[in-house]
């Protein structure tokens, strides 16, 4: 190994581990960036055309949303939660995220899953929305397959990303967010009311690296969104640029400890530090409640002032947003719908659309496995 770096990088370059790093970067970016492969086959028409399907699990109840091909979305059912249900996710809420799992811990998840049981009683709660939730979906639309969907919670603290991928394992469905790097591997439930609301989609998003470019040119949008529903009133605040970036599941949080006025001085210039709200989002059964708008107006004007409440009242028109009740969900099927007609990492033959045109005027069909 000493002799391969000492040809590789001479040893007045060794010490310099700044360059080194650098020069490594570089070469990581530049291999990342190299043309994607041709797909070795096109996807069918009744994959490519299927419907994007997404569900919303919010504190007492869960949404799900189709995104048709063509661009049609279809609000599909609001199924309230069961008591267990609702406890598990106030404690979530409440809980610090988890320790670091022991092997025996892993073990036991395993050996659940191959006993055909939910690997923790936790994912067997949420699975029992989800599977309710797929089950009204599928009964509204018989004719489509939906054995893959995106499911968007908030993220709550000790809500893992294994948690609900295994819940969604365990209701007999496959998720979108189960890929590695560059796509994401959860889709927040403010991520997805952005999304729902028009904002920060790539037009190019069939090709993975033009979509890239287009979201670093997107403006950026510090976005408070409000969540109100019967049981519960929370807030999220974030910077996005784009809907769907690739994104950790500590994301957001509902308390921020590095926000408070001692980290002033931590900032390049205290503009940096007053970022002025931009968009204002609203999500829950209970959000275009008459007077809950009026005193969410009213608060804005005393926190922002004449000219910035102006702005952002215009985000509280009922008539522009998205059902707050569903908007979510509508996110989540959006982004189950790009994907739905993107191969995963490879790039389809200019000849592939006009082969799913000829199929769909064949009527060739039936129901195929969403990959």
Same mark, same amino acid.
């Given at each position: ?19 080194? &790093? ?34 919303? =699990? ?49 073990? !036991? ?16 709660? =949420?699975?029992? =929305? ?21 499911? *968007?919670?908030?993220? !709550? ?19 979108? !967010? ?61 910077? &996005?640029?784009?809907? &769907? ?20 001085? *931590? ?20 959000? *275009? ?22 702005? =952002? ?56 496995? !969403?990959?």
């Amino acid at each position: 190994m000493s002799s391969m770096m000492a040809l590789l990088f001479p040893r007045w370059l060794r010490p310099n581990r700044l360059i080194l &790093f650098a020069v490594l970067l570089s070469l990581g970016y530049a291999a990342y960036r190299c043309p994607m492969r041709e797909c070795s086959a096109c996807l069918p028409a009744v994959v490519h055309d299927a419907p994007g399907v997404g569900f919303d =699990l919010t504190i007492s109840y869960g949404t799900s949303a189709v995104h048709m091909y063509g661009g049609s979305i279809v609000d599909i059912a609001k199924v309230p939660a069961n008591p267990d249900y609702i406890e598990l996710m106030l404690r979530l809420a409440h809980a610090p995220p988890p320790p670091p799992q022991s092997k025996y811990q892993r073990y !036991l998840r395993w050996f659940n899953k191959k006993l055909g049981y939910p690997s923790t009683p936790d994912v067997g709660i =949420l699975s029992s =929305l989800i599977a309710d939730l797929y089950k009204a979906t599928q009964s509204a639309l018989p004719a489509y397959p939906m054995d893959r969907v995106v499911v *968007t919670t908030p993220l !709550l603290p000790a809500l893992t990303s294994e948690d609900l991928n295994d819940a969604i394992e365990y209701a007999g469905l496959r998720s979108w !967010l189960a890929y590695s790097f560059p796509y994401p591997k959860i889709l927040s439930e403010s991520r997805a009311v952005f999304a729902a609301n028009g904002n920060g989609l790539c037009k190019t998003y069939k090709y993975l690296y033009e979509c890239q470019d287009e979201e670093q040119r997107m403006p950026g949008h510090s976005v408070y969104t409000i969540t109100f529903t019967r049981q519960a009133l929370y807030t999220t605040l974030d910077t &996005f640029r784009s809907a &769907f970036k690739y994104t950790s599941d500590t994301e957001i949080y509902l308390m921020d400890f590095n926000s408070g006025l001692d980290s002033l001085p *931590t900032y390049t210039s205290p503009s940096d530090f007053w970022t002025p709200i931009t968009k204002l989002l609203l999500a829950g059964e209970s959000a *275009t409640d008459a007077k809950f708008l009026d005193v969410l107006r009213d608060s804005l004007a005393e926190l922002v002032g004449p000219s910035a409440e102006t702005t =952002l009242a215009a985000d509280l028109d009922a008539n522009k947003l998205a059902d707050p009740v569903f908007a979510a969900a509508r996110g989540a099927a959006l982004y189950a719908r790009r994907r739905q007609e993107t191969p995963q990492g490879c790039a389809e033959h200019e000849r592939c659309e006009a082969e799913r045109q000829w199929e769909r005027e064949r009527g060739a069909g039936g129901r195929e496995e !969403l990959r």
